[in-house]
Every structure is written in structure tokens, then in C-alpha cells.
């Protein structure tokens, strides 16, 4: 390859020529978190990205050799094709452009697919095996709602009836999902939640703005 680059597992993964045709779909379970990345992102990192990943010098081979296009400053493509649709998006996004510092009330927060506490990671890797994708929020909120629903339906028994679910269900205090959310039901509450936080769009990510949710 030249240029004096030592060879690393991820500078191979980075060196193997891509099109969105072929790469937005599944990846391996093994994946390790720059390819889980890069099929998230769409095949589009920032150099910040991409540096946690791979050397400067290699980050700076793959744009000479022509393997990564720079698209935007600072952002790249690992591929040297049009960009897509979504992948336009992207840019825009970790470009700070159309949505950085945007803000948003969200009664529960986003797991990213690099999150590395233990049962988030498992559910993505089952997800993106079973789907060729990585989750997306809706993906999350409703592996929760499943998960509550299976709950109740196994507090409610054998002979269910519409009275036994809806009683399981508001016997549901305090139950926590994966992804860190906290919900509790009861005769008058059917709204599992009346807190939100507050976050907001840094580096093309929705993070919180506090810790905690707000009540409301």
C-alpha cells in the first residue's frame, strides 16, 4: 500500500473500497465500533470520529489514495461515489449546520449504537442482525413498549381477559428499561411518564442538557 502506513485490522476495514448500494445494509454481529459506526453514519464520519478509530496518517492515506473523499471540512466519505440522500443529511448534521444546538423535550433518552453499557449493546447487535440496521429511536422506544407489554401480560396469567390486562398493567411501578427510562402506571396514570428531558444537538448528537428529567 505504501506511504510508510503500518497495517492495522482497522486500517484494513477502512481501506475496503464501499458504495452505499452495498454497505447501508446488515452488518456482521462481530462488527467491531468503527464499521457499526460508519453503517450508522451512512459510510460518513468527522475526522474527530474517525481519529478515535485509526491513526492521523492513516485518516490522511485513505484521502490521497483516493479510498475517502472529503465532503464537507472536516467530514469525510468512505466512499468516492455521489452522495445519497441520507448521506446529505449527514453531513448537514455532523457539520453543525441544519440541526446543531437544536433543543427538544424527549420523555426518553437516545441509546447511540456505540453505547457500551452491556444489555444496550446486546439489543443492537440482535437488532442489527435481525433487521441490517442499526436501531433507531423509534426501534428503541418500541423494544420498551414490547417489553412492558409482555410484562403485563405475564402478571395478568393464563386467563386474560381486557380487566386483567389493564389491571397488570397499572400494577407496573417504577420499571426501568435498558436504555434508562423509568415508568409507572396506575388507575389514574396511563401516561407511563410525566417527565421529559431537556437535550439538544452537539456534534450531531442529541445529548441532555441536565442529568435528570424534568417533571412536568
Request: net charge neutral; hydrophobic share 40%; with cysteine.
Amino acid at each position: 500500500m505504501g506511504h510508510g502506513v503500518r497495517r492495522t485490522p482497522a486500517r484494513e476495514l477502512a481501506e475496503r473500497r464501499s458504495t452505499p448500494e452495498t454497505t447501508f445494509g446488515g452488518v456482521p454481529e462481530d462488527a467491531d465500533e468503527l464499521r457499526r459506526l460508519l453503517s450508522w453514519q451512512h459510510n460518513v464520519i468527522t475526522l474527530q470520529q474517525a481519529v478515535a478509530h485509526l491513526s492521523r496518517g492513516t485518516v490522511r492515506h485513505m484521502v490521497d489514495s483516493g479510498r475517502w473523499r472529503q465532503v464537507h471540512a472536516g467530514i469525510f466519505s468512505t466512499h468516492t461515489g455521489p452522495l445519497a440522500a441520507d448521506q446529505r443529511l449527514w453531513v448537514a448534521s455532523l457539520a453543525g449546520g441544519a440541526t446543531e444546538g437544536t433543543f427538544c423535550m424527549t420523555p426518553a433518552l437516545y441509546a447511540y449504537p456505540d453505547d457500551p453499557r452491556p444489555a444496550v449493546e446486546d439489543f443492537a447487535k440482535r437488532y442489527q442482525a435481525r433487521y441490517g440496521r442499526a436501531p433507531n429511536f423509534h426501534g428503541e422506544v418500541g423494544y420498551t413498549a414490547a417489553s412492558v407489554v409482555l410484562l403485563a401480560l405475564d402478571r395478568a396469567g393464563r386467563d386474560l381477559t381486557t380487566d386483567s390486562f389493564i389491571k397488570a398493567m397499572e400494577s407496573i411501578h417504577d420499571y426501568k428499561d435498558i436504555f434508562g427510562s423509568v415508568l409507572s402506571f396506575g388507575p389514574e396514570q396511563h401516561h407511563a411518564s410525566t417527565s421529559s428531558f431537556l437535550t439538544v444537538v452537539k456534534n450531531g448528537r442529541w445529548v441532555p442538557v441536565v442529568d435528570n428529567a424534568l417533571n412536568y
